[in-house]
């Protein structure tokens, strides 16, 4: 497997000189989740349902019922992708204007552990 490689915290793609850099195996998969996670749902005319509801739920507030909620959306995004086989450890945490997520992601050749945050504007 390959696959363009996306700088995550660049939020662009990575070249190498004047070529796209590639990313290839258990990296290509956590491009692909972070992809999804970073993506909201709708987002993508051509693939409507590619992405997650997350973000648009953290404007709902940090009481217990709503972080469970974004978790099991978390949660829910991640699996949609095909190598994905279980999600565990997932935690969704909102700091002042910052959210926090991270997971581990078992996928068909091995896990990943996925953390982003985000400042809210």
Same mark, same amino acid.
């Given at each position: 497997?390959?696959?363009?490689?996306?700088?995550?915290?660049?939020?662009?793609?990575?070249?190498?000189?004047?070529?796209?850099?590639?990313?290839?195996? #258990?990296?290509?998969?956590?491009?692909? #989740?972070?992809?999804?996670?970073?993506?909201?749902?709708?987002?993508?005319?051509?693939?409507?349902?590619?992405?997650?509801?997350?973000?648009?739920?953290?404007?709902?507030?940090?009481?217990?019922?709503?972080?469970?909620?974004?978790?099991?959306?978390?949660?829910?995004? #991640?699996?949609?992708?095909?190598?994905?086989?279980?999600?565990?450890?997932?935690?969704?945490?909102?700091?002042?204007?910052?959210?926090?997520?991270?997971?581990?992601?078992?996928?068909?050749?091995?896990?990943?552990?996925?953390?982003?945050?985000?400042? #809210?504007?």
């Amino acid at each position: 497997m390959r696959g363009v490689y996306y700088n995550a915290k660049m939020r662009d793609i990575a070249f190498v000189r004047s070529d796209l850099a590639t990313a290839s195996d #258990l990296e290509w998969i956590e491009q692909r #989740l972070y992809l999804r996670i970073l993506t909201e749902k709708g987002e993508l005319l051509d693939y409507p349902d590619f992405g997650t509801l997350l973000w648009q739920m953290v404007s709902k507030g940090t009481r217990p019922s709503n972080l469970q909620a974004m978790e099991r959306e978390l949660i829910e995004t #991640l699996m949609q992708d095909p190598d994905v086989t279980e999600v565990r450890d997932v935690t969704v945490r909102i700091d002042n204007d910052t959210v926090s997520i991270s997971a581990v992601a078992v996928t068909v050749i091995g896990d990943i552990d996925l953390n982003a945050s985000e400042v #809210l504007v």
